[in-house]
């Protein structure tokens, strides 16, 4: 319950200022839906709009996942369907970037990173998508019930006291060695960032010592995940595992993402 009325608030909140700003006359009719996953993979949040009803309505189907972004966008596009009835789909999809109020580049994140450094070595600090952070790392094999409740937890540590910022070890040619930052890379697409901060330290594999990083990083290379876990250890879990691992990344990565696509 606690849940839902969250969501209905963040909706009303988002609904209410956008009427206000594109000066329509619109009732919202929201249903917010408390099953896990939507009909669709990577879409939480459906909108219709109506707008020869009397007054004009927008109806709006939102599900757990939906991040601000999202639920952002389908109000902008179904009450510009209410204001300018005439317009086809495209047209009001070109007017979506502009109500939506943002560049993605400079949109407000609510994540706090701590200052201080995950390693004490020389590095570079870089912005990138949490996306591109994640394709570079081995997917996380964990459940989806464990992943769920450990995005979550550090979602409430993000909006609150803040945790290190994600990081990456690579070699002299760009190869990611090593990482950090998985879950708060995920957690940081829940809350709507379009970048992050991330850590990059540069490790000479030959001389077994880490180096001032260049002025002009190497493009970066995926880490070899089978690499990975010899190196900790641990077994070399089959690949279904793992693509069903990044599966549920992809699921709870609808909340921002495929950021690049919105």
């Given amino acids: 319950m606690e849940l839902e009325a969250g969501i209905r608030r963040d909706v009303e909140r988002i609904f209410g200022e956008k009427r206000r700003r594109l000066e329509v006359d619109a009732k919202l009719d929201l249903h917010v839906e408390t099953v896990e996953a939507p009909p669709i993979v990577d879409e939480n949040v459906y909108g219709e ?13 939102v599900f757990p996942e939906a991040t601000t972004r ?133 490790y000479d594999e030959e001389y077994r010592e880490y180096l001032k990083p260049p002025k002009k990083l190497p493009p970066l290379e995926p880490q070899r995940w089978r690499e990975f876990h010899i190196r900790r250890g641990k077994p070399v879990p089959p690949v279904h595992t793992f693509y069903m691992a990044g599966l549920m990344v992809r699921v709870l990565g609808a909340a921002g993402e495929i950021v690049e696509h919105i």
């Fill in 70 to 202: 999202e639920i952002t966008k389908i109000v902008c596009e179904e009450l510009l369907h209410i204001k300018h009835p005439g317009l086809s789909e495209e047209e009001v999809g070109r007017m979506v970037p502009a109500c939506v109020g943002d560049d993605p580049e400079t949109t407000a994140c609510e994540a706090r990173w701590s200052d201080e450094p995950n390693l004490l070595y020389p590095h570079s600090v870089v912005q990138l998508r949490p996306q591109a952070f994640l394709d570079l790392c081995p997917p996380l094999p964990y459940t989806h019930e464990n992943l769920k409740s450990m995005v979550a937890d550090v979602v409430e540590e993000l909006k609150t006291k803040g945790r290190y910022k994600p990081f990456f070890k690579v070699n002299l040619s760009g190869q990611v060695l090593d990482h950090e930052g998985r879950i708060r890379a995920i957690a940081a697409k829940r809350l709507g960032c379009w970048k992050i901060p991330m850590e990059v330290y540069f």
């Fill in 49 to 61: 709009a109506f707008p020869f009803e009397k007054p004009p309505r927008v109806w709006m189907e």
